[in-house]
């Protein structure tokens, strides 16, 4: 059964970069044919899908946030990470990595909340 | 704005049936697969139905999904206290090329 983790800072100080990486153990991210995903929830609001990465390391991203955001696979370490450049206080919230097997997120990290503050 | 649209809160008495509405469009659920997640605060949100109506194992038969052209449901039947979170709709729009949520529905069971 595939577990994920969500690491990295949970502060960000505004107008710099928020680096988040998800873990991911009981299977292998170089063989999973897998999407690897990254949803956020702002805070007081839903839930916002970020964007993802293919096993192979081609990615999709959100349009409303894609000039911003990278998401990549480290097949080495079995993660994939997550980088929101020139982050404000709307970026506040809590961020979840997610596996997409077939057409649904089928695993979740327990999620890491992100506060942007100076 | 959520491009699916949910009720922003719904209600119910313990034992009793609830329904939980997502609208959306052609290029998302009219043409692909809706999924319902369970969401309780702090915690990791939770695949409840996947492809309209399927259950993953775990999930008891008292929920249940459907769809009916660009929208779908989501029925909790024999409500009980633990079945108080909120709850979301989700589907893959084509033309936009982005998972869609729903602005999700809080479910209070009085």
């Known amino acids: 059964q595939v577990q994920l983790q969500e690491s990295g800072p949970g502060l960000v100080k505004p107008s710099q970069t928020l680096s988040l990486t998800c873990t991911m153990s009981?299977?292998?991210?170089?063989?999973?044919?897998?999407?690897y995903n990254w949803i956020r929830q702002p805070a007081g609001k839903g839930l916002e899908w970020i964007g993802r990465v293919y096993s192979d390391g081609n990615p999709n991203y959100n349009p409303s946030l894609k000039s911003r955001v990278t998401i990549s696979v480290d097949t080495s370490k079995n993660q994939f990470s997550l980088k929101v450049t020139s982050v404000t206080a709307a970026d506040m919230g809590f961020y979840f990595c997610a596996t997409e097997h077939f057409d649904w997120f089928d695993a979740w990290g327990e999620g890491i909340l992100v506060t942007v503050s100076s | 704005q959520s491009v699916l649209t949910q009720p922003p809160s719904a209600s119910g008495t313990p034992g009793q049936r609830v329904a939980i509405s997502c609208s959306g469009s052609?290029?998302?659920?009219?043409?692909?697969?809706v999924n319902w997640y369970q969401h309780l605060p702090g915690t990791a949100p939770k695949l409840l139905i996947f492809n309209y109506n399927q259950r993953p194992a775990g999930v008891p038969d008292r929920f249940s999904g459907s769809k009916s052209g660009t929208s779908a449901s989501l029925a909790i039947s024999g409500l009980q206290s633990e079945d108080e979170a909120v709850y979301y709709c989700?589907?893959?729009?084509?033309?936009?090329?982005?998972?869609?949520f729903g602005g999700g529905t809080k479910l209070t069971v009085l």
């Open positions: 052609t290029s998302n659920i009219g043409s692909i697969t």
């Open positions: 009981g299977d292998s991210i170089s063989t999973g044919s897998y999407y």
């Open positions: 989700a589907a893959w729009d084509d033309s936009l090329d982005v998972w869609l």
